[in-house]
């Protein structure tokens, strides 16, 4: 790593951190994923505050949220099996996120309000300390390691979907409530979330200036699910504090 071409005060995206080498406007770049992902950023948010309006106005979020849900693992989906449509399909995630979101957090919102704002910060921290753990290679990216953080997203993925499938049953499983078990789950979650960050920093750093450009998309797709996914259990985790205390 090299310090000669220091030119940005932002430690994510100066030579720094990621030395692009030779760059092409036709090749995946650090900078094409880091506007990508701050314009969905933004998107998802404006969504979220006119949604936290609405609430606050006595509007249902149930159907925002599971629309949200749904449409967003529909496009995830559709997006894994169909890389050349990430272009098309990104932005219409993005969209999707944004009203689960909305809806998902608004609850907090209204009834904590300071709530949401603490899991951005966290969230926002946890980026960083995972970007210098990952940089500065004090943990290091192999085979096992990602084995290992796949293995343990996936399960945590089908435990929420097999506890969702039951909800329609009136079975309430035990990651919904309050007690200690939940919440060791929760932050078993978060946990793993925070990991998967460095699954997508090292897939950046392999790809950058190498892969088409339209790469960025499915870059972008992924960095996005990790941190929205994040922000999720940590709000949930604080959710279930705050009730608990």
């Keep these: 790593m090299s310090l000669r071409n220091f030119r940005t ?12 080498g030779k760059s092409s406007s036709n090749t995946m770049s650090v900078a094409g994923i880091f506007i990508k992902s701050m314009i969905g950023i933004l998107v998802i948010a404006a969504i979220t505050a006119y949604l936290w309006k609405l609430n606050e106005n006595g509007t249902s979020m149930h159907w925002f949220t599971l629309g949200g849900m ?14 050349n449509w990430a272009p098309f399909l990104v932005p219409l995630y993005i969209i999707a996120k944004g009203f689960f979101l909305g809806g998902f957090s608004a609850y907090a919102h209204r009834n904590f309000p300071e709530l949401p704002y603490q899991a951005i910060g966290v ?7 995972m970007l210098l753990l990952y940089q500065f290679r004090i943990i290091v990216v192999t085979k096992k390691l990602r084995s290992v953080v796949i293995t343990a997203t996936v399960s945590i993925m089908v435990v929420y979907l097999i506890s969702w499938i039951l909800s329609f049953f009136g ?6 409530g309050t007690s200690w078990f939940a919440i060791a789950f929760n932050i078993l979650a978060a946990i793993v979330a925070s990991f998967a960050l460095l699954l997508d920093f090292d897939y950046i750093e392999r790809y950058k200036n190498k892969a088409p450009k339209q ?6 797709w992924g960095l996005l699910a990790t941190l929205i ?17």
């Design 9 to 20: 005060s932002n430690p994510v995206f100066n030579d720094y951190f990621w030395n692009d």
């Design 70 to 83: 749904l449409g967003a693992i529909v496009m995830s989906v559709l997006i894994s099996v169909r890389h």
């Design 123 to 129: 969230t926002i921290v946890t980026f960083f300390v």
């Design 171 to 176: 079975i309430k499983t035990y990651i919904w």
């Design 215 to 220: 790469k960025e998309w499915l870059a972008t």
């Design 229 to 245: 996914w994040l922000y999720v259990e940590v709000l949930r985790l604080m959710q279930k504090l705050a009730i608990r205390f």
